[in-house]
Structure formats: C-alpha cells, structure tokens
C-alpha cells in the first residue's frame, strides 16, 4: 500500500517577515520607493528653483533659512516623531554644525585652499563631527527616558554656548567666527543674485535630507524605530536591538542638525553664540509638534512657521509706530508667545499637528465626494 507525499500549505507570512532582509519583492519595492521620491524631489527642486527666479534678494534668504532649517526639522521628527525620544538640544547641535562649518572654511582660507568642492567638504565636515557628538549623547540617551533625557539634551543646549564663550582663542567669544562668504560660479554670469545661489545650496541640502529621510523611514529601519517607539518590550522580543536603535536614532537626528546649521552659517557668513541661544532649542520642538509628529510633511511646516514666526517681530516694528524700548522687548518675546498660542490652537484643532489636520480634512473631502458620486449613479 503506497501512500502519497502530502502537499504542505506555505505558510503565511509573519508579521516579522517585514523586519528581516532578503526578498526579492522587498527590493522591488524598495526600488520603486526611491524612484517615487527620487522624481518628486526633482519636481519640488524644480519648481522652487523656477520661483527663486522671481522673488527678491530677502525672500530668497527667507527659502534659504527654510531649507536650512527643514533639514533640522526632518531629521528631528524622525528622532522626537518616529522613535519617541525627547531632545531639547538640537540647537546646540545645529550650532556644532555651524561652527565646524565656519573653522574647516577659515582653515582652508587660511592656506589658500580654493575650489567648488570647498563647500561640500566643509557641509560634510559639519554633518560627521555632529554625528559624533549625536553619538555621544544619543550613548547616554539609550540608559535614560522622559525627563532625565530631556535634561540630558537641556544641558547640552547650554553647555555649546558657554564653550564658545570660554575657548575665546578658538571660537572667539561672542563676537564669532567670520568665514569667506560663497559667491556665485563665473558661468552664472557676473550680476546673478548671490541670495539665489545660497537659496539653491540650501534647496539641495534640505533636498538630500528629505530624500534620504523618506527612503529611510521606510525601511526596515525606519521600521524598528517605530516599534521601539510603540513598544521596547515586544521589539526587544521580535529581536530588535532597541539600544543600538536608539542610539542611531539619534546620530542620523544630529547628522541631518548638523548640515542644516551648516546651511545656516554660510548664509550669514559668520557664527556667533548668540544666534543659537537656549529659545531656539524650544523653537525647532514646537515647530516640529505643531507641523506634525512623525510626519516629514509636518517637518516641512514646521520649518516655514520658524521662518514666519522668527521674523514676525521685525515685520511688526516695520509697519507700526513703536518705541524702542517696546520693540526690543517684541523682538525678544513675541516670536515665543506667538508660537506658544499657536501650539496650543493647533492641538485643539488639530491633536495630529498641521500636515494632520491637511490629511483629515483631505480624506473628508474624499469621502464626500465618493458619497456625492454614489448618490448620482443609477440604481441597478
């Protein structure tokens, strides 16, 4: 009596399957995510690059100071938004990328180093030492949660300044560090606009970070972040290591900070403590809240509203009749007050922040329209 071999249903596929390497139809999609978000940061640069052309020199150092921005934005999200850890010192860390940024500039300066690949080497210079820094306090942020990180991170964001201040012979105190301020190439034509070309730098900066953040959220590491931010104990029991999670989390966070206060220091030409006080820490937190938690698109607003809210004191001192004594004290309140009140409407309106809030009101006009389609098809 023979008996036939039976058939062995394939299994279903786990959760985890996700999580680990390996199959071919995860590299296509991986393959078409990239080229997804490839083609819309060349459309989005694109059109920027064609607005730039017909705004004035200040609102092109207003998209610049976006774009710079937005790069410490995105890459906080991911850190604050995607991977649940606090940090209140990413001021400090924009201002290691800015003053690494001005000293490989002066050095290069100083031996009479010359090139276009100046800049880039210097940006990457910015991005690795507040990497490394990243990596240090991302190694004391794996042992600590809720509070304790968040003092963590406070006392870096007080700590850079006062290095700046006492270590006078290397970052010259208060008064900062100058650097060669970067002028447009010879074949753009000797009367282009030298606040275009900053723009377009900052453009493609923020453009890089955004591209490598998206790709990176969706990958089997943007993945263990959010596990290890819903919850440490099932990742740690699904295999995945949540310190070193944690701690990378943290270095890409710093990289992303570190080239966009790169950015931000060559549109000014100089560092100065003072321009990375202890409010902007608070300032990049709320943004990044109010824009949207978890979300690029909520970095991408939350880097306009610095912008808009940062210069909303100067704007009121332009167009009204104030004294002087009552404008110094807007320019140092108001921004903060303002962003406070708009924190607190934008929870109340919208809990899920500001690109939340498009999604909802986006998927309720959808819904909508599909019932309105569906009332005017006939009966069958």
């Known amino acids: 009596m023979t008996s036939t071999p039976t058939e062995i249903a394939p299994a279903a596929p786990s959760p985890l399957r996700r999580l680990l390497p390996g199959a071919p139809a995860g590299r296509e999609a991986r393959g078409s995510t990239l080229l997804r978000h490839l083609a819309v940061a060349v459309f989005v640069g694109t059109l920027v690059v064609l607005v730039t052309n017909q705004l004035a020199p200040y609102q092109n150092l207003q998209v610049a100071r976006v774009c710079a921005f937005l790069c410490v934005t995105a890459g906080h999200t991911v850190l604050v938004g995607l991977n649940g850890q606090l940090s209140l010192g990413h001021g400090a860390l924009m201002a290691t990328g800015a003053y690494t940024m ?12 010359r090139g276009w690949w100046t800049l880039p080497a210097s940006l990457l210079a910015a ?3 507040t990497a490394l820094g990243g990596l240090v ?31 006078t012979g290397v970052f010259n105190g208060e008064q900062g560090l100058p650097f060669p301020a970067q002028t447009p190439p010879a074949a753009l034509g000797a009367y282009f ?9 900052a453009l493609a900066a923020a453009l890089l970070t955004m591209l490598l953040l998206a790709n990176l959220v969706r ?5 263990s972040l959010r596990a290890v931010r819903d919850d440490e104990v099932a990742a740690r029991l699904a295999g995945i290591p949540v310190a070193r999670t944690q701690v ?29 006080p202890l409010d902007l820490s608070l300032f990049l937190l709320m943004a990044i809240v109010i824009g949207g938690l978890g979300s690029l698109a909520g970095a991408v607003w939350g880097a306009v509203l610095l912008v808009a809210l ?8 332009e167009h009204l009749s104030l004294s002087a004594g009552l404008a110094q004290r807007l320019e140092g309140n108001l921004a903060l007050a303002v962003f406070g009140l708009v924190l607190i409407v934008v929870m109340l309106a919208a809990p899920g922040g ?22 005017r098809s006939p009966d069958r």
């Open 102 to 113: 001005a000293l490989t500039q002066q050095a290069l300066d100083e031996r009479a180093v």
């Open 127 to 129: 991005v690795a030492v």
């Open 137 to 167: 306090v991302g190694l004391a942020a794996a042992r600590l949660r809720g509070p304790y990180l968040a003092g963590v991170t406070l006392a870096v964001a007080t700590l850079v300044p006062a290095v700046t201040t006492i270590f």
């Open 193 to 201: 606009q030298p606040e275009r070309w900053l723009a377009w730098i």
């Open 219 to 223: 990958s089997r590491f943007g993945r």
């Open 248 to 276: 990378l989390a943290f270095v890409v966070s710093a990289a992303c900070a570190g080239l966009g206060g790169g950015v931000y220091a060559m549109l000014t030409a100089t560092v100065a403590p003072g321009k990375f």
């Open 310 to 317: 940062q210069d909303l004191p100067g704007l009121l001192t």
């Open 354 to 375: 500001i690109a939340g809030g498009v999604r909802a009101v986006r998927a309720r006009l959808l819904a909508a329209l599909r019932r309105r389609r569906a009332t």
